[in-house]
């Protein structure tokens, strides 16, 4: 591969491990589409190299769980980070698995993660002028989803 080629594959660098609390679901609807859940994010940290945050309650996650065997997920939150700084998150998810471990997954059952196809794409926003790169990169990540818990690792797109 040549370093220098534009359109070469872009790599990963690591940003941040997060553990997001959330609350129980709410459904609001069952439509067209599928079911409409909400699910309360109540607190959490995150970590990435040199620095830490803590997940400030009151976010949610959309929820569309649109078949038996796959979700769209829509979490928005916010990071106050250890210098002070505020940034707003809104992470874009697809989760898929099978039939059976999904009906546990939605009955807040705990799920071997090697069955759940769990990936997922942040943005963040942020006036911290430290911060103002994390706004002009792209991110993807994986997860995993405990009953109380989202456990995510996030990686800037190179």
């Known amino acids: 591969m040549n370093p220098t080629d534009p359109l070469a ?3 990963l660098d690591y940003f941040a491990d997060l553990q997001v609390e959330v609350g129980v679901p709410q459904v609001l609807s069952q439509g067209p589409r599928g079911m409409r ?3 309360p994010i109540t607190g959490g940290s995150a970590q990435g190299n040199g ?3 803590r997940v400030i309650p009151g976010g949610t996650d959309f929820q569309l769980i649109v078949s038996d065997s796959l979700s769209e997920l829509d979490a928005r939150y916010g990071l106050e980070t250890d210098a002070g700084d505020l940034i707003y998150v809104q992470n874009h998810a697809v989760r898929a698995a099978p039939p059976e ?10 799920v071997d993660p090697a069955q759940i196809y769990f990936r997922c794409n942040p943005r963040f926003e942020t006036a911290s002028p430290s911060l103002r790169w994390i706004g002009e ?7 995993i989803r405990h009953p109380a818990q989202v456990v995510m690792r996030f990686f800037t797109l190179l």
């Open 9 to 11: 594959p872009p790599s």
């Open 37 to 39: 859940r909400l699910v």
């Open 51 to 53: 620095w830490t945050a």
């Open 101 to 110: 471990a999904m009906a546990k997954l939605l009955r807040g059952e705990p």
């Open 137 to 143: 990169r792209m991110f993807i990540g994986v997860g």
